[in-house]
């Protein structure tokens, strides 16, 4: 049986703690514009998460684009003459179209290398959730399973990953138009943090206006509390927009309601910030509440 190799993309947000003992990953780096400027995200990248929210905090919107097929061939293609299969857990096809751009990039090789294994699954998750998905992924891959078995045990399990994110600001909500410039006043004047989900369809939704930081964290509680599943694993992950100190308020809470479970934390990258702004925080967890 040939090795195969883990991929995954910058979007995933995953951080060193969180791959400590698992199986190298391999992460695609990916492309984001802000204030004019051109930058790569992800490893030997160009910015830096810091950076990002920093030129955000100064006024500056961001945009995003989905991983070109050139990309995706300069990647997989070493691996791929080294005799190892390829499993990529992608960036939900969802909020982009990154996962159509690998597919088309993954039947071209498919063509040149068809004595190899090459098996592209939409996540339907993003940021920390995805990384979340890709590192239960990894914990499978150590014990053994096959590519196909991990394959079909992501595309399973995928939908009990629940995601949380509570914004600070309905800026770049707006600038990205998923809320109206009239929601964003009204919101901003009552001190409203929106709290969006990643749906069924791996699409990100506004689903509560909680009032104020504390409220908003409660929330975030409330939904743990509604639908966890510790029998599938008992981690949790906090994510966080340049916010370290939010971060550690919502740990601190989750850990007092939730003293069995371990907890993670991880910066947010810029391919979600670009939407959701500074000061998100984030929740991630197995559960029956997606």
């Known amino acids: 049986m040939a090795s195969y190799q883990i991929f995954t993309d910058a979007t995933a947000d995953l951080c060193p703690e969180m791959l400590n003992g698992l199986p190298h990953v391999e992460i695609i780096p990916m492309n984001i514009e802000i204030g004019g400027e051109a930058y790569t995200y992800g490893p030997s990248g160009t910015i830096t998460a810091g950076r990002f929210y920093e030129l955000q905090r100064n006024g500056s919107f961001a945009s995003t684009s989905q991983v070109s097929q050139s990309i995706y061939l300069e990647a997989f293609t070493p691996c791929l003459q080294q005799g190892k299969d390829i499993l990529y857990l992608c960036f939900s096809s969802g909020m982009s179209g990154t996962f159509q751009s690998a597919q088309l990039s993954v039947s071209e090789l498919r063509e040149q290398y068809p004595n190899s294994t090459i098996i592209c699954v939409d996540t339907l998750a993003a940021s920390i959730g995805e990384g979340f998905l890709v590192c ?14 991990l394959a079909d045990w992501v595309t399973e399990n995928r939908l009990k990953i629940c995601h949380w994110f509570t914004v600070d600001t309905f800026e770049h909500l707006k600038h990205g138009g998923r809320v109206s410039a009239a929601a964003a006043t009204v919101g901003t004047v009552l001190q409203i ?13 506004v689903m509560e206006k909680p009032r104020g930081r504390k409220r908003a964290i409660s929330t975030q509680i409330d939904h743990i509390q509604a639908g966890l599943l510790p029998d599938m694993g008992n981690r949790i992950v906090v994510g966080h927009g340049d916010y370290p100190k939010g971060a550690e308020l919502l740990k601190a809470s989750i850990a007092d309601h939730f003293p069995d ?4 934390t991880a910066d947010i990258g810029p391919i979600i910030g670009a939407h959701t702004g500074p000061g998100m925080l984030a929740v991630t967890y197995w ?4």
Do not use: F, H, W
Not at 141 to 146: H, L, T
Not at 193 to 203: F, M, N, Q, S
Not at 287 to 290: A, H, I, L, S
């Open 136 to 149: 239960e992924a990894l914990r499978k891959q150590a014990e053994g399973y096959s590519i196909e078995e």
């Open 193 to 205: 943090k929106p709290l969006l989900r990643v749906d069924e369809e791996g699409c990100l939704k």
């Open 261 to 264: 479970m371990q907890i993670d």
């Open 287 to 290: 559960g029956t509440n997606r």
